[in-house]
Nanobody, 120 residues
């Protein structure tokens, strides 16, 4: 059974930090690219960051560059998102997403999400 379980969300003051974790099971984690995607209240899904299967290539949406860092540990089947200098506009449910493309078929899985609230 495939599972992606996020943790680490919570309430933090502006300027604070949080570290999100995503534990993966039920599939070959090291063969999947991993992403963090968020959904702010009343808004659509927004891609935040991704990391390739080997962990050597990362990318970020402009609004989080220099503040967020994505990483993964393939030995532990874990992916992380270190979030620093948090702003109220970072408030959202953060989802962990795994994806792999074979020829023209996309295989992907989603976690249940973890709430991040940035407020004083």
């Amino acid at each position: 059974q495939v599972q992606l379980v996020e943790s680490g969300g919570g309430l933090v003051q502006p300027g604070g930090s949080l570290r999100l974790s995503c534990a993966a099971s039920g599939f070959t984690f090291s063969r999947y690219a991993m992403s963090w995607v968020r959904q702010a209240p009343g808004k659509g899904l927004e891609w935040v960051s991704d990391i390739n299967s080997g962990g050597h290539s990362t990318d970020y949406t402009d609004s989080v560059k220099g503040r967020f860092t994505i990483s993964r540990d393939n030995a532990k089947n874990m992916v992380y998102l270190q979030m620093n200098s948090l702003k109220p506009e970072d408030t959202a449910v953060y989802y962990c997403h795994a994806s792999k493309i074979i020829v023209v078929t996309i295989f992907d899985y989603w976690g249940q999400g973890t709430q991040v609230t940035v407020s004083s």
